[in-house]
């Protein structure tokens, strides 16, 4: 299907890597351009040499609101202009309650600030467009993972800042949306997988909790969605929390489960 994107002027952050070098991928798939914006420079540069010249790496560490600004502004010389604005980057660092408030409030800087200086920073380009804006949020804002304050907060507050930034935006025509992955296998949940005693039962385990198909969400399946959410295929959807979790969070638990055994 020709999602219609082509030439459309695409930045995602965190792009080097996972979810985002996924969506990197996509994109130019669909003959955008496309920036990736990422702190790891081996990965970012390497992802950009095997994609050829419609696709650059910018570096940038984006807990630095200086650095965000000017990632734009290189942008916008590389591009002249904007269409689409992915903010992917994120990482859950498992800060638990008994982490020190200053502690807990740098944490949820690092994970939110950028989303909000990036897209405040953007929001010029965008308007020009009208351009469109998607946000990764995690399904952590809305179940919980027990140990991780400062991250359920930032992407609580990620899906908050969609619907806010959907109202503030729909004069302007810009849509903004909201994907949400669970349980997403990344290279780096593979190393984490590797890294156990056990690691194929350890992949099971959490396999076996994802309802549908009891398997992990693919990178690949999380991209398509973005993909398709700054397309005009999805020209009347704003405001929504997309979940690509395979039912993980709105299933009923008891899913899979034998009644005829109670
Ligand atoms: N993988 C999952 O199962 C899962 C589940 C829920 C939510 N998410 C969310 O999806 C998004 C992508 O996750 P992923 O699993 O692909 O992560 P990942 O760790 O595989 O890749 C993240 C990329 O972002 C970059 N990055 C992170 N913080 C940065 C910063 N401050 N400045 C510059 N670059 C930065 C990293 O260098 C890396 O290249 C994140 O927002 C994450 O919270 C992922």
């Known amino acids: 299907m020709d999602l219609g994107l082509r030439d459309k002027l695409v930045l995602v952050t965190g792009g080097a890597k996972g979810i985002g070098a996924a969506t990197v991928e996509a994109f130019s798939a669909e003959d955008c351009r496309v920036v990736l914006v990422d702190r790891d420079t081996e990965t970012g540069t390497s992802l950009e040499k095997s994609l050829g010249s419609r696709v650059s790496y910018i570096k940038a560490d984006l807990t630095n609101l200086e650095a965000c600004k000017k990632a734009i502004e290189q942008t916008v010389s590389l591009f002249g202009g904007l269409d689409v604005l992915v903010n992917n980057a994120g990482f859950n660092d498992g800060l638990g309650l008994e982490t020190p408030p200053e502690d807990f409030m740098i944490s949820v800087q690092n994970n939110l600030l950028h989303v909000y200086a990036m897209t405040h920073y953007a929001l010029p380009q965008l308007r020009k467009g009208p351009g469109c804006l998607v946000n990764l949020g995690s399904k952590v804002s809305e179940t919980g993972q027990g ?24 004069p302007d025509k810009i849509r903004v949306n909201c994907v949400i992955p669970a349980e997403c296998l990344t290279d780096q949940y593979e190393q984490f997988f590797q890294s156990q005693a056990k690691p194929e039962a350890a992949k099971k385990a ?51 489960h034998d009644h005829n055994k109670w």
């Open 147 to 170: 140990h991780t304050s400062a991250y359920a907060a930032a992407k609580g507050a990620i899906s908050a800042l969609t619907r806010e930034w959907a109202v503030a935006l729909a």
């Open 206 to 256: 959490i396999a076996d909790i994802v309802p549908f198909e009891k398997r992990l969400t693919t990178p690949e399946e999380i991209a398509q969605t973005i993909v398709f959410l700054a397309s005009d295929r999805s020209s009347h959807t704003t405001g929504q929390l997309v979940f690509v979790d395979g039912g993980y969070t709105h299933f009923d638990r008891a899913v899979g």
